[in-house]
């Protein structure tokens, strides 16, 4: 069997989990200044991605609300007329 020190692993130039500047700079205890920069900057550019996708759908759902309201306006209208055209054709008497 292969015994392995797994301190003398994480303490050696690589560390376990290897190049810690290789793209994950948190992957290693000695974090760097440049790294930690590097990966807010990376976060914020995905948050305002995000902000900007959320403020698209917001823009699209309040467009269709206001469609959705229109056909609701146009539906009502046809029903009333549709009511006012068989009450009109109706052999009903008026009263006044």
Do not use: W
């Amino acid at each position: 069997m292969l015994a392995v020190d797994m301190m003398a692993v994480a303490a050696s130039p690589g560390g376990a989990m290897g190049n810690p500047g290789a793209g994950n700079p948190v992957s290693s205890s000695s974090c760097t200044i440049q790294g930690l920069l590097q990966t807010a900057k990376r976060l914020a550019d995905r948050l305002s991605e995000h902000g900007n996708n959320v403020e698209h759908i917001i823009s699209e759902t309040e467009q269709l609300n206001k469609h959705i309201a229109s056909m609701r306006t146009v539906s009502f209208t046809i029903v009333a007329l549709s009511y006012l055209y068989i009450f009109a054709s109706s052999s009903f008497p008026i009263v006044r």
